[in-house]
């Protein structure tokens, strides 16, 4: 059990956006360093002066060399980062790993406050040629294959074996898009009805262009603390209760795409941690990243919040509205815009929004424990978990 | 790169031109005794399979990187931060003082301008070309290249630029350079707005 | 909930040039597989998997997911770990706190690069620096900063040309011993001191190669090491700094030989090291420590690392050469690897400081054993003074 020993204590987003034009990649990310300084009062270990008892001592930063173009990539905004002398690690992949990590840097005992940050900018270049480069080399990529076709082909292969219906992914959208309307960060909130998405453009069958998540620019930033910083720094910490990760094999034809058993693994090691028997009973709100409308549906199951096959009917029947009885994706979710890298951070924060009661016209009210989860890689191949707690 | 570009036959110092030819010299070898290498592994029967990720890019400049390219083009100023907490010059413009982790740039008093002349702190000779593998031409220029300590910044200021071609026993740390601007017509809003640096 | 941990098993593949015959996968799992045996343990016995690499050299973005196949992340835990040239200790303390959670039975970190797939030398000159004022290619990467340490070191008469020569000399003597070093010939200090010029002082032999391949490390904490290891190197503890002086300067080691934060190359080993000393309660550090390994990217960096290490005094380092300590039979042994100067694939190279000061406590140096280690102690640097220390010791007290 993880008893009280991690915290999230403050959290900062931007306001994403499809292209954030007047805002440099550095001014992007300070905008969210500095929300969380101001808010917290808190300073860098290595900045001289006086030392108050509570500081940042460990930064964990989240992004990916390849959006970018450039190699370290993350050292050309250390400044903003308040890296300057400061332990740094850079996670290069999912935010909500990011924020395992910077758990872990607590637990192991070495650290007290970890800042954790992550950002992207998709606008910047061509989401398709990056996510090409994914794939192996040798087998896959000369095919041309990106990450909408392979979860074309996940998705063909999920709706087929559990003869879920392409509208019943289109219920995901239409919730998510309306959800939207109620949190100020969303990039693009939508009143759509079920055939205004089935309508939309088919891409990569089943995936249409209303079941995609839309290109999108924006930054992340949560302070993790130890039990004892924490009550020195908020009233209202949120306790990270549970965590678990886990990998899939990488080629397509290795896994039975209908299946998702690293994400399986990840929320049965994060549940033990947490002590969570029944996902759908103790669970109050989740946050899932879903940058396909099907991988809702899918992720619920491989979650075991629904039995398997089960998503499209949990999803129907309203159960995963607000209101309903395991909402899920109040914030609007990945589908309503948020940048990949940056998503599983982000369901973190917003999980935490929610069990500290500020989030405002999404709040689910006497939320007591929420699941956030990020993937990454082609169609899910890794899988991040964490449970909150208040 | 191509404002950069420089035609090899513009080097006329001998020991200059032996110092490129050399270094092309060594980066042809690099190249050829690789492509040796793989044929070595191809003719046993090996694969390898040859890709190349083009990946273009827009990045924003941002508030204060506009303005400063801005003022680069259509006033000859290199604009630089002060630091309103420790009065650090922040250059070039960033949303942060990196030492007091707090925000500059937004308030007007703390934009100002650093001179187009300054002191060399270190000097990059024209050595180690790199070659492309797909084209196997050598690429990178052969000017020399200096970090320039402009006047007016403090010893955070240093600014990366081309050097005019000189005799090698002409480059020195402490050198005193001037900026030479492009004409007002083929200025960008880049760094290349400055065409290189000459000795004064 | 900490524990106390250890490495309990090393593994590293040979150093080459270029290794068209094998892909990453296969070079990977290589390293993977020579720790398990090295650990005694089989992939079933490991739960997280940590991969560092930095991805442009090669080309594939989320590397880590293609390698599940060689590197045996499959269905466990994990994430992928990148700060530069330092990648391999920032993969090394990552699994040093993941093990000292305690939840983890034991946990495996491999650094690689595959250099030849990619273009590491195009990677670092012409994209590593910052869209705005790449005017000149950053400077042309690396070499510049180099240099600057180079003519600092002689200007203030911490060290003469030959005496570096000799620390090349040295780095080839230790490397003829090293079956997993790249650069293995033993060279003589007229080659060095003949070998043409880079950027003056910097000449070709004081100059780290781009190698290709993999190292990897198995760390667990005590409560599995006590169970199945019967020659622990124990971890006692381990800091990171991070300089964070940004482009255009260049973050490549940067180039201010005086700021108010002291020689800016120099500010993450040497504040590293002096973190990680205080809190070990080590007060001399030549007298107390038997081994170390450094990140000596050129001959040069090693003369500086001495200075900044605190072996020696301010501008002390060609006596420490003179004296002949830092040798293999010396007091003070640095680098029986060789070092990074010998062999540098960049993901890897971090990493096989750390996992060379863990093979001189475990007695498993074979010809380039130093006797009778007991407390071992490696210290990294990176781009954008980027530095992990760590120190290691044979039994804890």
Same mark, same amino acid.
Not at chain 3, 94 to 113: K, S
Not at chain 3, 133 to 157: H, T, V
Not at chain 3, 312 to 325: D, F, M, R, S, Y
């Given at each position: 059990?993880?008893?009280?020993?991690?915290?999230?204590?403050?959290?900062?987003?931007?306001?994403?956006?499809?292209?954030?034009?007047?805002?440099?990649?550095?001014?992007?990310?300070?905008?969210?360093?500095?929300?969380?300084?101001?808010?917290?009062?808190?300073?860098?270990?290595?900045?001289?002066?006086?030392?108050?008892?509570?500081?940042?001592?460990?930064?964990?930063?989240?992004?990916?060399?390849?959006?970018?173009?450039?190699?370290?990539?993350?050292?050309?905004?250390?400044?903003?980062?308040?890296?300057?002398?400061?332990?740094?690690?850079?996670?290069?992949?999912?935010?909500?790993?990011?924020?395992?990590?910077?758990?872990?840097?607590?637990?192991?005992?070495?650290?007290?406050?970890?800042?954790?940050?992550?950002?992207?900018?998709?606008?910047?270049?061509?989401?398709?040629?990056?996510?090409?480069?994914?794939?192996?080399?040798?087998?896959?990529?000369?095919?041309?294959?990106?990450?909408?076709?392979?979860?074309?082909?996940?998705?063909?292969?999920?709706?087929?074996?559990?003869?879920?219906?392409?509208?019943?992914?289109?219920?995901?959208?239409?919730?998510?898009?309306?959800?939207?309307?109620?949190?100020?960060?969303?990039?693009?909130?939508?009143?759509?009805?079920?055939?205004?998405?089935?309508?939309?453009?088919?891409?990569?069958?089943?995936?249409?262009?209303?079941?995609?998540?839309?290109?999108?620019?924006?930054?992340?930033?949560?302070?993790?603390?130890?039990?004892?910083?924490?009550?020195?720094?908020?009233?209202?910490?949120?306790?990270?209760?549970?965590?678990?990760?886990?990998?899939?094999?990488?080629?397509?034809?290795?896994?039975?795409?209908?299946?998702?058993?690293?994400?399986?693994?990840?929320?049965?090691?994060?549940?033990?941690?947490?002590?969570?028997?029944?996902?759908?009973?103790?669970?109050?709100?989740?946050?899932?990243?879903?940058?396909?409308?099907?991988?809702?549906?899918?992720?619920?199951?491989?979650?075991?919040?629904?039995?398997?096959?089960?998503?499209?009917?949990?999803?129907?029947?309203?159960?995963?509205?607000?209101?309903?009885?395991?909402?899920?994706?109040?914030?609007?979710?990945?589908?309503?815009?948020?940048?990949?890298?940056?998503?599983?951070?982000?369901?973190?924060?917003?999980?935490?929004?929610?069990?500290?009661?500020?989030?405002?016209?999404?709040?689910?009210?006497?939320?007591?424990?929420?699941?956030?989860?990020?993937?990454?890689?082609?169609?899910?191949?890794?899988?991040?978990?964490?449970?909150?707690?208040? | 790169?191509?404002?950069?570009?420089?035609?090899?036959?513009?080097?006329?110092?001998?020991?200059?031109?032996?110092?490129?030819?050399?270094?092309?010299?060594?980066?042809?070898?690099?190249?050829?005794?690789?492509?040796?290498?793989?044929?070595?592994?191809?003719?046993?029967?090996?694969?390898?399979?040859?890709?190349?990720?083009?990946?273009?890019?827009?990045?924003?400049?941002?508030?204060?990187?506009?303005?400063?390219?801005?003022?680069?083009?259509?006033?000859?100023?290199?604009?630089?931060?002060?630091?309103?907490?420790?009065?650090?010059?922040?250059?070039?413009?960033?949303?942060?003082?990196?030492?007091?982790?707090?925000?500059?740039?937004?308030?007007?008093?703390?934009?100002?301008?650093?001179?187009?002349?300054?002191?060399?702190?270190?000097?990059?000779?024209?050595?180690?070309?790199?070659?492309?593998?797909?084209?196997?031409?050598?690429?990178?220029?052969?000017?020399?290249?200096?970090?320039?300590?402009?006047?007016?910044?403090?010893?955070?200021?240093?600014?990366?630029?081309?050097?005019?071609?000189?005799?090698?026993?002409?480059?020195?740390?402490?050198?005193?350079?001037?900026?030479?601007?492009?004409?007002?017509?083929?200025?960008?809003?880049?760094?290349?707005?400055?065409?290189?640096?000459?000795?004064? | 909930?900490?524990?106390?941990?250890?490495?309990?098993?090393?593994?590293?593949?040979?150093?080459?040039?270029?290794?068209?015959?094998?892909?990453?996968?296969?070079?990977?799992?290589?390293?993977?597989?020579?720790?398990?045996?090295?650990?005694?343990?089989?992939?079933?016995?490991?739960?997280?998997?940590?991969?560092?690499?930095?991805?442009?050299?090669?080309?594939?973005?989320?590397?880590?997911?293609?390698?599940?196949?060689?590197?045996?992340?499959?269905?466990?835990?994990?994430?992928?770990?990148?700060?530069?040239?330092?990648? +391999? #200790? %920032?993969?090394?303390?990552?699994?040093?706190?993941?093990?000292? &959670?305690?939840?983890?039975? /034991?946990?495996? *970190?491999? !650094?690689?690069?595959?250099?030849?797939? +990619? #273009? %590491?030398?195009?990677?670092?000159?012409?994209?590593?620096?910052? &869209?705005?004022?790449?005017? /000149?290619?950053? *400077?042309? !990467?690396?070499?510049?900063?180099?240099?600057?340490?180079?003519?600092?070191?002689?200007?203030?008469?911490?060290?003469?040309?030959?005496?570096?020569?000799?620390?090349?000399?040295?780095?080839?003597?230790?490397?003829?011993?090293?079956?997993?070093?790249?650069?293995?010939?033993?060279?003589?200090?007229?080659?060095?001191?003949?070998?043409?010029?880079?950027?003056?002082?910097?000449?070709?032999?004081?100059?780290?190669?781009?190698?290709?391949?993999?190292?990897?490390?198995?760390?667990?904490?005590?409560?599995?090491?006590?169970?199945?290891?019967?020659?622990?190197?124990?971890?006692?503890?381990?800091?990171?700094?991070?300089?964070?002086?940004?482009?255009?300067?260049?973050?490549?080691?940067?180039?201010?030989?005086?700021?108010?934060?002291?020689?800016?190359?120099?500010?993450?080993?040497?504040?590293?090291?002096?973190?990680?000393?205080?809190?070990?309660?080590?007060?001399?550090?030549?007298?107390?420590?038997?081994?170390?390994?450094?990140?000596?990217?050129?001959?040069?960096?090693?003369?500086?690392?001495?200075?900044?290490?605190?072996?020696?005094?301010?501008?002390?380092?060609?006596?420490?050469?003179?004296?002949?300590?830092?040798?293999?039979?010396?007091?003070?042994?640095?680098?029986?690897?060789?070092?990074?100067?010998?062999?540098?694939?960049?993901?890897?190279?971090?990493?096989?400081?750390?996992?060379?000061?863990?093979?001189?406590?475990?007695?498993?140096?074979?010809?380039?054993?130093?006797?009778?280690?007991?407390?071992?102690?490696?210290?990294?640097?990176?781009?954008?003074?980027?530095?992990?220390?760590?120190?290691?010791?044979?039994?804890?007290?």
């Amino acid at each position: 059990m993880m008893k009280r020993k991690v915290a999230i204590v403050a959290l900062a987003q931007s306001k994403y956006e499809s292209s954030k034009k007047t805002l440099s990649l550095g001014e992007m990310i300070w905008e969210v360093v500095e929300k969380i300084l101001r808010e917290t009062g808190l300073k860098f270990e290595a900045q001289a002066g006086d030392k108050p008892r509570t500081v940042i001592d460990k930064i964990v930063s989240c992004s990916e060399d390849y959006w970018q173009g450039r190699t370290i990539s993350d050292c050309f905004y250390h400044l903003e980062m308040g890296a300057l002398g400061m332990s740094v690690t850079k996670v290069a992949g999912d935010g909500a790993s990011a924020v395992y990590h910077g758990a872990v840097n607590i637990l192991s005992g070495k650290h007290n406050v970890v800042l954790v940050i992550a950002w992207r900018k998709e606008s910047e270049t061509i989401g398709s040629i990056v996510e090409n480069a994914a794939f192996d080399p040798i087998y896959l990529r000369p095919l041309g294959i990106d990450f909408l076709m392979a979860a074309g082909m996940q998705a063909n292969q999920y709706l087929h074996k559990y003869g879920i219906t392409e509208d019943q992914c289109a219920e995901v959208v239409v919730k998510n898009r309306q959800n939207a309307f109620s949190n100020p960060y969303a990039q693009e909130p939508l009143e759509l009805s079920i055939a205004d998405v089935m309508d939309s453009k088919m891409l990569s069958y089943p995936i249409k262009a209303l079941d995609c998540k839309p290109v999108s620019d924006g930054a992340c930033a949560l302070v993790l603390a130890n039990e004892e910083a924490a009550k020195d720094l908020t009233s209202n910490p949120i306790w990270i209760a549970g965590m678990g990760n886990c990998y899939d094999s990488h080629y397509p034809g290795d896994r039975d795409l209908s299946d998702c058993e690293s994400l399986q693994m990840a929320a049965q090691k994060a549940y033990e941690m947490a002590g969570i028997t029944d996902p759908f009973r103790d669970i109050d709100v989740a946050e899932i990243s879903e940058c396909y409308s099907y991988q809702e549906l899918l992720w619920m199951e491989g979650l075991g919040i629904c039995g398997r096959g089960e998503g499209g009917e949990f999803v129907r029947d309203g159960i995963t509205r607000i209101g309903g009885k395991l909402p899920v994706n109040p914030s609007g979710g990945v589908l309503s815009g948020n940048p990949s890298g940056v998503a599983g951070m982000i369901r973190v924060g917003e999980a935490y929004l929610q069990l500290s009661g500020q989030a405002d016209k999404r709040q689910i009210p006497d939320a007591g424990t929420a699941l956030a989860h990020g993937c990454y890689g082609p169609n899910g191949q890794s899988h991040c978990v964490v449970i909150l707690n208040r | 790169m191509e404002e950069c570009q420089k035609e090899t036959a513009r080097i006329t110092d001998p020991a200059y031109r032996g110092y490129a030819e050399a270094s092309y010299g060594v980066a042809r070898k690099k190249y050829e005794a690789e492509k040796k290498v793989y044929q070595k592994a191809l003719d046993q029967g090996y694969i390898i399979i040859d890709s190349i990720v083009h990946l273009p890019f827009k990045e924003s400049a941002g508030l204060r990187l506009s303005r400063f390219f801005n003022a680069l083009r259509d006033e000859s100023k290199i604009l630089a931060l002060r630091c309103p907490q420790c009065r650090r010059v922040t250059f070039p413009p960033r949303a942060v003082c990196g030492f007091c982790r707090v925000t500059i740039g937004e308030k007007e008093e703390e934009w100002f301008a650093l001179g187009d002349t300054g002191t060399v702190t270190s000097i990059v000779l024209p050595t180690e070309r790199e070659v492309d593998r797909a084209t196997g031409r050598v690429v990178g220029e052969p000017n020399p290249c200096a970090f320039i300590r402009l006047d007016g910044g403090d010893e955070w200021t240093i600014l990366v630029h081309y050097l005019e071609f000189m005799d090698i026993e002409k480059l020195k740390r402490g050198m005193r350079v001037k900026a030479v601007w492009r004409p007002r017509e083929e200025r960008r809003g880049r760094m290349s707005d400055i065409e290189y640096f000459v000795t004064v | 909930m900490t524990e106390r941990i250890a490495i309990i098993g090393v593994g590293q593949t040979e150093f080459k040039s270029k290794w068209p015959e094998i892909s990453e996968v296969e070079m990977l799992n290589m390293a993977a597989k020579r720790a398990l045996e090295n650990a005694g343990m089989t992939i079933k016995d490991i739960d997280a998997v940590f991969i560092g690499n930095m991805e442009l050299f090669e080309g594939n973005y989320q590397v880590d997911m293609w390698l599940t196949e060689g590197s045996g992340a499959y269905l466990k835990s994990g994430m992928k770990i990148q700060t530069g040239g330092s990648t +391999g #200790s %920032s993969i090394c303390t990552t699994l040093f706190d993941h093990a000292a &959670t305690g939840m983890f039975r /034991a946990v495996m *970190g491999i !650094g690689f690069e595959k250099q030849d797939e +990619g #273009s %590491s030398d195009a990677s670092l000159r012409s994209i590593s620096e910052d &869209t705005f004022f790449d005017i /000149a290619n950053g *400077g042309r !990467g690396a070499g510049p900063s180099m240099s600057e340490m180079a003519l600092d070191l002689l200007e203030r008469k911490s060290v003469t040309e030959e005496q570096i020569a000799r620390l090349r000399v040295q780095a080839s003597e230790n490397a003829s011993k090293n079956p997993h070093a790249h650069l293995r010939k033993k060279v003589t200090v007229e080659d060095v001191m003949n070998s043409p010029y880079l950027i003056p002082p910097l000449r070709l032999l004081h100059m780290c190669p781009t190698s290709v391949g993999a190292c990897a490390m198995i760390v667990a904490p005590e409560s599995t090491t006590g169970k199945i290891c019967p020659n622990p190197a124990w971890v006692e503890d381990w800091v990171t700094i991070h300089g964070g002086i940004q482009p255009p300067v260049g973050h490549l080691g940067t180039y201010l030989s005086k700021s108010e934060l002291g020689p800016l190359w120099a500010y993450g080993v040497e504040q590293a090291s002096l973190k990680l000393y205080k809190r070990c309660g080590i007060k001399n550090p030549r007298k107390e420590i038997d081994v170390i390994e450094v990140y000596n990217m050129s001959s040069w960096h090693e003369a500086e690392w001495y200075e900044r290490m605190h072996i020696c005094e301010t501008n002390g380092a060609g006596k420490l050469i003179e004296e002949g300590a830092t040798a293999l039979d010396g007091d003070i042994p640095v680098n029986p690897s060789g070092g990074v100067v010998v062999t540098n694939a960049i993901g890897a190279s971090a990493m096989q400081r750390m996992a060379e000061a863990a093979i001189q406590i475990r007695n498993e140096g074979g010809e380039r054993q130093v006797p009778g280690v007991e407390t071992a102690f490696a210290v990294t640097a990176g781009g954008d003074s980027y530095s992990a220390a760590a120190l290691f010791r044979k039994s804890l007290s």
